[in-house]
C-alpha cells in the first residue's frame, strides 16, 4: 500500500496497463480480464487486477499529464515491483498521412520537460521505447489489420497550447503526435530498468481539427487494449 494506491502487496500484477482515465481502466477491465477486482479506489483513481489468458494483470488509471503518470508509475515500480508498464491513451495527429482511429506506437518521445528534467540536468535525455514490446505490438496490430504507425510523438504537459510555432516545427520534424505522458513513462522505465510503451489512438487532429465522436470512442480503445495485452503476452 502506498500514499496513491491502497491495493495489497500481491494485488499488483508485473504487467500493468495505464489509460489516464479511471473509467476507462474500469471498462477494459470489465471487458478484457477474468474476474477482475477492484484493487484501487484511492482518490477515484481506479485500478483492477484480473487475468487474460492465464495471465495476471493490472489495469490502473494513471491521470493526466507527466506529473500524475510519474506519481503512479514510480509507487507501481520501486514499492509494487512491476516489470511491464504500457500506456493505452488516446493522442493528436500531426502529420498528413495520419488519420483519426489510426494507431501509433511511440518508439521515442519528444519533450519540452518532464518530472524528471531536473536528474537529467544539460543532457538531452531520449527515452524510448522497449523494442521487445514495440516490436511484437507492431506485428499484432498488422496482422489484424490495423491502421498503426511507428516513430516519435511529443509529450506535452500543456493541454491548451498556445504554442504553434513549436508544433509546426515538432510536424517539420516529422514528429507523428502529441500526447502527454509517454516520456516520463519511458524515462521511469529506463532508470529502473524496466520494459515500456505507449499504445496511443488519434482522437483528433492538429492539422484538420477532426475529433473522434465520444461514442466511437470505446472501439478504437478496445484496439489498442488487444494490441497491449498481445505484445504482453505473446502467443506460443
Known amino acids: ?8 502487496n500481491d494485488e499488483i500484477a508485473d504487467t500493468v496497463l495505464l489509460p489516464g482515465d479511471p473509467m476507462r481502466a474500469k471498462w477494459a477491465a470489465e471487458n ?8 484501487n479506489p484511492v482518490r477515484g483513481m481506479l485500478g483492477f487486477t484480473g487475468t487474460y489468458k492465464g495471465n495476471r ?3 490502473q488509471g494513471s491521470g493526466m499529464g507527466m506529473p500524475s503518470l510519474s506519481i503512479y508509475a514510480n509507487e507501481l515500480i520501486r514499492d509494487y515491483d512491476v516489470k511491464t508498464l504500457i500506456r493505452v491513451g488516446s493522442c493528436g495527429g500531426m502529420q498528413p498521412n495520419i488519420n483519426i482511429r489510426d494507431i501509433i506506437l511511440a ?6 520537460t518532464t518530472p524528471s528534467s531536473t536528474i537529467m540536468k544539460e543532457v538531452s535525455f531520449s527515452p524510448c ?3 521487445n ?7 499484432f496490430a498488422k496482422r489484424k489489420g490495423f491502421t498503426t504507425h ?11 497550447d498556445e504554442r504553434p510555432d513549436l508544433n509546426e516545427q515538432m510536424v517539420r520534424h516529422g514528429v507523428m503526435a502529441v500526447e502527454m505522458e509517454a516520456a516520463e513513462l519511458y524515462t521511469l522505465a529506463a532508470r529502473f530498468k524496466r520494459k515500456a510503451l505507449a499504445i496511443l489512438t488519434v482522437s483528433d487532429h492538429l492539422q484538420t481539427g477532426e475529433a473522434l465522436p465520444s461514442d466511437e470512442r470505446e472501439n478504437t480503445f ?12 505473446p502467443a506460443d
Do not use: C, E, W
Open 1 to 8: 500500500m502506498t500514499i496513491h494506491i491502497g491495493a495489497k
Open 32 to 39: 478484457f480480464l477474468t474476474s477482475p477486482r477492484l484493487v
Open 57 to 59: 494483470v493490472t489495469i
Open 107 to 112: 518508439q521515442t518521445t519528444t519533450y519540452v
Open 129 to 131: 521505447a522497449d523494442f
Open 133 to 139: 514490446l514495440l516490436q511484437r505490438a507492431y506485428a
Open 150 to 160: 511507428v516513430g516519435n510523438i511529443y509529450s506535452s504537459d500543456t493541454f491548451y
Open 222 to 233: 478496445a484496439q489498442m487494449i488487444h494490441v497491449a495485452l498481445a505484445a504482453a503476452f
